[in-house]
């Protein structure tokens, strides 16, 4: 069983398109990040939310957190090719030897121009 | 100086090599992660360090056998490999051990063949 299910894994859309990427669990996280990955290197750190109802910016983007911390979500206003890549969710889980970061199974975008 | 450097980039070894993977952080963090990641995949954890000690173990197999000499080093030594152990291997960090991961390295390509 998935604790992150995320959707959807695949999406080709056009440049100038709008697109969100749902990240959801019936877990309660204390904190969810953001990841985007391109081919043959590590992942990149987007965001961090860390509040039920949070919402962040980072220009074209928006992150929201679930008011429950359940879930997230990433929007992505006029993409561009240069956001193609794997996007990523990861909650935190905390454990009796410290916490995890639990991967969702990622979204693969190409913007194609 | 913002970044988690690894050493190689990429790697090809056979079965009966032994070879090591390293990770370099200097941003003072005090908790460092090793995973590894399929094609198309999330990475999966496979190990933490914090604050030089072992804290998490995902039930690796023995021919992984990771190190941390301090707290800006961690190694991942290799030996008895097999074909499926083929993958991005990414190294991590962050501030503490709260498994929020902060950065990743640009990870390791290691083929086994």
């Known amino acids: 069983t998935q604790l992150l299910e995320q959707s959807p894994q695949f999406l080709s859309i056009q440049e100038g398109e709008n697109l969100t990427v749902y990240c959801n669990s019936s877990?309660?996280?204390?904190?969810l990040q953001w990841y985007r990955q391109e081919p043959g290197e590590g992942p990149v750190l987007l965001v961090t939310?860390?509040?039920?109802?949070e919402v962040k910016k980072l220009k074209r983007l928006t992150f929201q957190f679930g008011d429950a911390r359940k879930d997230s979500s990433l929007h992505i206003t006029a993409a561009q090719p240069g956001d193609t890549g794997l996007y990523l969710c990861?909650?935190?889980?905390?454990?009796?030897?410290?916490?995890?970061?639990?991967f969702g199974q990622g979204t693969e975008l190409s913007v194609k121009p | 100086d913002t970044e988690v450097t690894q050493t190689p980039k990429h790697l090809v070894m056979g079965m009966t090599n032994k070879k090591s993977l390293k990770c370099e952080q200097h941003?003072?963090?005090?908790?460092m992660y090793w995973y590894k990641q399929k094609a198309k995949k999330p990475p999966e954890l496979m190990f933490v360090?914090?604050?030089?000690?072992?804290?998490i173990n995902e039930s690796v197999p023995s021919r992984f056998s990771p190190e941390c000499p301090n707290s800006s080093l961690l190694n991942l030594h290799l030996h008895a490999l097999q074909p499926e152990d083929s993958a991005l291997y990414l190294c991590?960090?962050?501030?503490?051990?709260?498994?929020?991961?902060?950065?990743f390295g640009q990870g390791t390509r290691l083929t086994v063949v």
């Open positions: 877990s309660v996280f204390s904190s």
């Open positions: 990861a909650g935190v889980r905390f454990y009796n030897q410290g916490g995890k970061l639990i």
């Open positions: 991590a960090s962050s501030p503490t051990g709260s498994g929020r991961v902060a950065f």
């Open positions: 939310v860390v509040t039920g109802g």
């Open positions: 360090y914090s604050y030089e000690k072992l804290s």
């Open positions: 941003m003072g963090h005090r908790a």
